[in-house]
């Protein structure tokens, strides 16, 4: 079985401030590690995706997340935010090579402070 | 590339009738499509898996005879709600997955907003 847990429903930081959004899995299989984003009365777009290549993964908008196995964590990090990033950032796992199910973490609120 | 419509974006309906919705994958096959269900500020709870050419897989304690999805083709996947109530008002989205080997790829839609009144 495979969970996500999202600490902070809720996170608010200052323009230009570091992002950090985190995320911690469950799994007992080697998974599949993503992070969404969603704007409001919209889908979800992929931020980024981890895959069992380099445990460092950049995605877009200058959002990057490291895995961690010892940690079983794959956090979200911006250097500097922008009114922009205010959104839902849900974290999400599936299992590598095996079947394609996506499970959603509860989701984080992102709050972006002038 | 890897775009994904639902349609319609929005829907009110009266308690009892039923409601089509259509994902379609609109520049690429997609041979799994998945259909979720997300209440206001929560997550998205899967509800269906839908391969083409076959029967849905429900997820636990969601009713099959309640939401029909249906799977016709590579690019359409629909999901009826029947007889629809208040209780059922959500924002529902579907992703779809392409007929390729890498499966960890899901393109999702924009979604699609019920209102049951």
């Known amino acids: 079985a495979q969970s996500v847990t999202q600490l902070g429903s809720h996170v608010s930081v200052s323009e230009g401030a570091l992002v950090l959004l985190r995320c911690n899995y469950s799994s007992s299989v080697p998974p599949y590690l993503f992070w969404y984003v969603q704007y409001p009365n919209q889908g979800l777009q992929l931020l980024l995706k981890?895959?069992?290549?380099?445990?460092l993964v950049k995605g877009i908008n200058g959002f990057e997340a490291e895995f961690k196995k010892s940690e079983t964590s794959f956090h979200l990090t911006k250097p500097s935010a922008h009114m922009s990033d205010a959104a839902e950032y849900f974290c999400a796992v599936s299992a590598m090579n095996r079947d394609d199910k996506i499970i959603f973490g509860k989701g984080t609120r992102l709050h972006i402070l002038p | 590339g890897a775009v994904v419509s639902q349609h319609p974006s929005w829907v009110i309906c009266k308690s009892g009738t039923s409601v089509k919705i259509e994902c379609r994958s609109l520049d690429f096959q997609a041979t799994t499509m998945f259909w979720y269900r997300q209440f206001p500020k929560q997550s998205l709870m899967l509800m269906a898996t839908?391969?083409?050419?076959?029967?849905?897989?429900?997820e636990q304690g969601v009713e099959k005879d309640k939401f029909l999805i249906n799977h016709a083709s590579l690019t359409l996947s629909t999901l009826t709600v029947t007889s629809a109530h208040p209780e059922d008002s959500s924002f529902y989205i579907c992703?779809?997955?392409?007929?390729?080997?890498?499966?960890?790829?899901?393109?999702f839609g924009p979604g699609t907003r019920l209102t049951v009144l």
């Open positions: 992703s779809a997955r392409p007929g390729q080997a890498n499966t960890d790829t899901q393109y």
């Open positions: 839908s391969n083409e050419g076959s029967k849905a897989t429900y």
């Open positions: 981890y895959t069992s290549a380099a445990t």
